[in-house]
């Protein structure tokens, strides 16, 4: 019976010397990177007309005077909260309405002491959404409950609702509550947040050039 | 119009040459400073988001079976004080940001007199060499920070510090002589943080350690002034709006 690792056999357990080590870890790290600008890509290419469809969607609906919410929990709340950085504060182009619903630990832990941890998100729609601002809600799994919940608010309040998920979408795939559902097809969580963050990019950077281009059209027609 | 030259990238990976090992030495540096009880601090005055994602991943992992391991995302106000106050020696800064971030650069700059490893995560314009004990780069790119890429950086350091933790054999403590100048037997100076200063004589931080320094060669000085000390003798002070730059 061998002690060593599996995925680093010239290691067993008693091995002191971190050279070999270092060179199976390089190589690792090299062989995930391949992993993941793989499945970045492949993910782009696929929901290519999702993200289309999504991002005319979205540009409408903010040049409409719409605002964008994000909301997701742990890893997901972070990548929440720089999508939402990405849209209010770019570092070119231009500055939409958008926060994330992650940012205020005095309203996340009210509503999750004094309700539940399953309506810090839709409790924080039903204060301040109205018809034709945005709702997006990342989950890795699809399946987070009180992302879920949200859409659910969202759409009672007219909001454009759109999902970024993995695992092809888990429960996000048939939510009757979401406009959209923007889903990695993979099967680690972590490259599967990477290509997420990837898709979320990428609808940023369509909204903008639709943004430009919808000014650009009405100074025309102002003419 | 000119195009700037294409970095050297592999087509693969997407990374720079160097790269991967960088990450393998970081995350043995991180996984021995964890095994000793040492905590993570992760710091981004630039992007708060990626601090807190580099915290979370290593408190509560996504992969069901990882054990917790003690990170903190650090808020980008009162960045160094907050620091100051909460790093012990043996604890890991990780801080992502652009070579030019003010708060990054007090910090990492800093880290050496609290006995704190700085690894130091960007992209675009490279930080000065040594500005860091391990810099993690990837070149030229606006992109990185939001595409997805940082995120692959700090999962790969999570992902391999817990491949060397699951190593016991090389976690041991690092060798305090581990290349050809020694930092504690050569004649180098060395960081110092001033804690207090009183006539002649001040109270001084270096490598976590609280010293004495003789002021006689650099005058008077203020709390929080960095200074470079050889044998107990402050030689130089540090321009507190000097770059990254360490002794």
């Known amino acids: ?223 | 119009m000119t195009v700037a030259a294409a970095p050297d990238l592999d087509p693969a990976t997407g990374f720079p040459a160097g790269l991967a090992e960088d990450l393998a030495a970081a995350s043995l540096l991180l996984a021995r400073r964890l095994h000793a009880g040492g905590t993570l601090w992760c710091a981004s005055p630039a992007w708060p988001h990626h601090a807190q994602h580099v915290a979370v991943e290593f408190v509560h992992p996504v992969i069901v079976g990882k054990p917790a391991l003690a990170a903190v995302a650090l808020a980008a106000h009162q960045l160094t004080p907050t620091a100051r106050a909460n790093m012990s020696p043996g604890d890991v800064l990780i801080a992502i940001g652009p070579a030019g971030d003010p708060g990054v650069l007090d910090l990492v700059r800093r880290a050496p007199a609290w006995g704190v490893a700085a690894l130091w995560v960007g992209s675009g314009d490279r930080p000065p060499a040594g500005s860091a004990d391990h810099v993690l780069w990837l070149p030229d790119d606006d992109m990185a920070p939001h595409d997805g890429r940082f995120i692959l950086l700090y999962h790969l350091l999570w992902e391999l510090a817990h491949v060397c933790l699951e190593h016991r054999g090389v976690l041991e403590p690092e060798p305090d002589c581990d290349g050809p100048v020694c930092i504690t037997c050569s004649d180098e100076g060395r960081l110092a943080e001033v804690v207090s200063a009183s006539g002649p004589t001040a109270q001084v931080r270096i490598d976590g350690v609280l010293e004495e320094a003789d002021l006689a060669l650099v005058g008077e000085v203020g709390v929080h002034d960095l200074l470079v000390v050889h044998a107990g003798m402050a030689i130089t002070r540090l321009d507190a709006t000097a770059g990254g730059t360490r002794p």
């Open chain 1, 1 to 223: 019976m061998t002690t060593g690792s599996f995925l680093y056999p010239m290691l067993e357990d008693g091995e002191r010397d971190p050279a070999a080590l270092l060179a199976d870890l390089a190589r690792s790290a090299e062989a995930k990177a391949v992993e993941s600008a793989q499945l970045r890509s492949t993910t782009l290419a696929d929901r290519a007309q999702d993200l289309s469809r999504v991002a005319a969607a979205m540009a409408s609906a903010i040049s409409a005077g719409g605002r964008l919410f994000t909301f997701g929990n742990g890893g997901s709340a972070t990548d929440a909260a720089g999508l939402a950085a990405l849209f209010a504060s770019p570092a070119a182009g231009r500055a939409v309405p958008a926060r994330s619903l992650v940012a205020d630990t005095a309203v996340l832990t009210a509503l999750a002491n004094d309700v539940g941890v399953e309506v810090v998100f839709a409790r924080q729609l039903m204060a301040h959404a109205r018809a034709g601002d945005i709702a997006v809600g990342l989950s890795t799994s699809g399946g987070s409950a009180n992302v879920l919940r949200a859409f659910a608010e969202g759409r009672r309040r007219g909001m454009l609702t759109v999902g970024l998920a993995g695992y092809s979408g888990g429960a996000m795939a048939t939510c009757p509550d979401l406009d959209y559902c923007l889903a990695v097809d993979g099967q680690s969580v972590h490259r599967t947040q990477e290509a997420q963050s990837a898709l979320a990019y990428a609808l940023w950077e369509l909204v903008q050039d639709l943004l430009g281009k919808l000014t650009r059209l009405e100074s025309e027609e102002n003419r």
